[in-house]
């Protein structure tokens, strides 16, 4: 079943107004500075939809107004602004219940939306597995579900206006809710089926590979870290979210088992909900790693808060006890932050790089084999050269760390990962452990 992005939040060509608060109330807004940085980063996920704004309202409140968040003279002054200068969509830059999402957009006439739409929307935009495209459809769907009256007077479904409470606009918005129900049960079943595939699919990656994940703030520089790691091309933008798929690539070492590096979808602070519980592939495939890069932009401004979130994300997820390597990435532009020298030395395990930096590069790479080398097992096997199957074999699968040719056979001195150490050559052709 081909995934439909019905429920579009933004409406065609946007023109868009912003408003933020100040508030002791609201977590990442209690200040002017932290206001401040939640405003510049809703910016720039406008800007990966390609939109910018025209016109931006800010209010400091000490108690939250439950109806519409904002007080009456800020919704007067909004509507006042509209004709005067032509915006057609505001954008919130804190989560909105649903009775606010309905209450603003009864105010105002304009189409609301929050800042954890904007992001869902990036979402849909971005996936391409049909496992993400299908998570993030359950995520939409379930975020709509409450707000079905916004949605559906934004979209003009079956006549009627804000306010409606029956006769045809009650229908639609009842018709509506059911199918929306009706898509999340459907997707979810489907979403069931491939959920197991894809535990299969991570039970042989588990068996053959070793598995690195790339983790960090989204436009932390993780997808140019793959992509020199591993010489591929994976896509790297300047933008948040430019990657929402898990994508796995073969690092480039001689090293046996391969090892796979993960690039995940970006963390960012007050990540919807939705999305931390419904969109399981990315999530899983940090779970799925046994070691964690994680990467953070050592000369962003907010280099540490933008570190504090996504080690409180991997909490969450019960992934701190992986062991990991904290990579400050970006080094040829740590000038730009001048808190730069104090965050190394608060997080001493760390390494200091530049994507595009060919030794710094290599340098994580041997961090990764380090750590891989020190949890294999170490054997001496005598392989008789009639047993072609068992050489080839532990040739594909063990680091070999001499060998010698013997009268009946070749003795090898190999390093094989700790699941190998039970299979049947090595315990058939073991002689010695080192």
Not at 29 to 51: C, G, I, M, P
Not at 311 to 337: C, G, Q, T, W, Y
Not at 403 to 410: R, T
Request: charged share 25%; glycine share 6%.
């Amino acid at each position: 079943m081909q995934i439909e992005n019905k429920e579009s939040f933004i409406p065609d060509n946007p023109k868009i107004a912003i408003v933020t608060v100040i508030s002791p109330q609201i977590p990442g807004h209690k200040s002017v500075e932290e206001t401040n940085h939640s405003l510049y980063e809703l910016k720039q996920l406008l800007k990966t939809l390609h939109f910018d704004s025209i016109k931006e309202y800010i209010q400091s409140i000490k108690k939250i107004d439950a109806g519409h968040v904002i007080g009456d003279g800020k919704i007067q002054e909004i509507q006042n602004d509209i004709d005067k200068i032509g915006f057609n969509l505001l954008v919130f830059d804190i989560e909105l219940s649903a009775s606010q999402h309905r209450n603003i957009q009864e105010a105002t006439g304009l189409t609301v939306v929050d800042r954890n739409m904007i992001i869902l929307e990036i979402f849909a935009r971005h996936a391409r597995s049909k496992d993400a495209k299908m998570q993030i459809e359950i995520a939409k769907l379930e975020y709509v579900l409450p707000r079905i009256h916004s949605v559906w007077y934004h979209q003009d479904r079956g006549g009627g206006g804000p306010g409606m409470r029956s006769g045809q606009g009650e229908t639609a918005k009842e018709l509506e809710k059911r199918a929306i129900k009706e898509r999340i049960a459907h997707y979810k079943k489907e979403s069931g089926a491939i959920a197991t595939n894809l535990t299969e699919q991570r039970k042989k990656r588990d068996e053959n590979t070793y598995l690195a994940a790339l983790v960090g703030y989204t436009n932390a520089g993780k997808s140019s870290l793959m992509n020199r790691l591993c010489h591929e091309e994976v896509l790297e933008e300047d933008k948040l979210f430019a990657t929402v798929d898990a994508v796995y690539r073969a690092m480039s070492i001689h090293f046996k088992p391969p090892i796979l590096l993960i690039d995940t979808v970006g963390f960012i602070s007050n990540l919807p909900t939705q999305l931390v519980k419904g969109f399981r592939t990315t999530l899983a495939s940090v779970l799925e790693a046994h070691y964690l890069i994680i990467v953070s932009d050592i000369s962003h401004v907010n280099c540490k808060e933008q570190l504090m979130v996504t080690l409180e994300v991997l909490k969450d997820l019960k992934a701190m006890d992986r062991p990991s390597i904290i990579v400050f990435n970006k080094k040829d532009r740590m000038h730009e932050n001048e808190r730069a020298k104090d965050i190394l030395k608060e997080f001493p395990n760390h390494l200091l790089v530049s994507s595009f930096d060919e030794d710094d590069v290599e340098r994580i790479k041997q961090q990764v084999v380090q750590y891989f080398q020190t949890v294999q097992k170490n054997y001496h096997l005598m392989i008789p050269y009639t047993d072609g199957y068992a050489h080839a074999k532990i040739m594909e699968l063990g680091n070999i760390i001499g060998s010698e040719n013997c009268e009946d056979g070749i003795k090898y001195h190999v390093s094989v990962k700790p699941s190998l150490v039970n299979c049947e050559i090595v315990s058939k052709y073991k002689i010695g452990i080192n």
